[in-house]
């Protein structure tokens, strides 16, 4: 592709007028567990906004149920976990299943966007520390106390949590790319509010783990969190193809430091959208401007897009990303 490519995490959705009134007819729960329905949300800002990818719509917690974890998707909260996983004992009782079983319907509407996207599809899993903040916590969480006290208290058992964790992302996100997923990112969203130290030690080697497995999948692959400015070069030695940066550092610095090896995805404020269209416009450009056009940069947002965005602002930034600026504008 000759230009900058774009998509948004969260783009199917919240701004999109046929996806609210979807909405009042069906839950978030009701659209993932039909693939008909899971892929025409998928779709839809491709068709809307002529994104550059046709993002799966799903919930990083739909794998966790078929572990033994269940969960309620709470509209404005979150997951919400009514037996959270705090004991040794908790985390051995937790399942390993076969891709198969882990969620079939998802897979389902893979195949079926894969068939009839324009664009490439892009798969995903919930990354190890962010999976094992929510099984925790039973909620989402801004200072992850009780995850943090676990992981200090029982390092075994935390351990044992992300291996399984692991193990069953890596099979997900196969499923998912032999199902037609072009591409795959695991967020580890939350991975931020960790040390560079137990980052290191405690979460590094379990992202490796899938990054390693699905290697053989011949895909591109994309590591997302946010807050990592003081992660960057740890992270860079995942085994991701590329690194997603968010708005915390330019994107030029950020690009420096996880090395020009790498793709970087990234890096407008989400809350951009939600101002002016004329100030959407000079943060697309002045994004682009960091990336100098140097081969490999993904424009996004540095997380996803938040409600209150507005249609208008949506199609703007994609108008702008295939617009284009000069370097040195």
Known sequence: MERTPVWLMRQAGRSLPEYRALRERWTLEDIVSQPELCAEVSLQPVLRLGVDAAVMFADIMLPLRAMGIDFELVESVGPVIADPIRTASAVEALRTPPASELVPQLVDAVRIVARESSVPVICF????????????????????????????SEPAAFALLLDKLATVMAEY???????????????????????PADY??????????IFEATRTLNVPTIHFGTATAGLLELI???????????????????????GYGHGVQGNLDPAVLLGPVEGVVAGTRRVLRQAGGRPGHVFNLGHGVLPGSTLENLQALVETVREGVAVNA
């Open 236 to 258: 860079a030695t995942c085994g991701a193809d590329v690194i997603s940066l968010d708005w915390r550092i330019d994107l030029d610095a950020g690009w420096e430091r996880v």
């Open 173 to 195: 996100l196969g499923a998912q790319v032999a199902a037609g997923g072009q591409a795959l990112q695991l967020f580890d969203s939350w991975v931020g509010a960790l040390s």
């Open 125 to 152: 899993a919930g990354g190890p520390f962010t999976l094992a903040s929510y099984a925790i916590e039973g909620r989402p969480s801004r200072d992850f106390v009780l995850t943090k006290q676990f992981m200090y």
């Open 200 to 209: 290191q030690a405690r979460v590094l080697p379990f992202t490796r783990r």
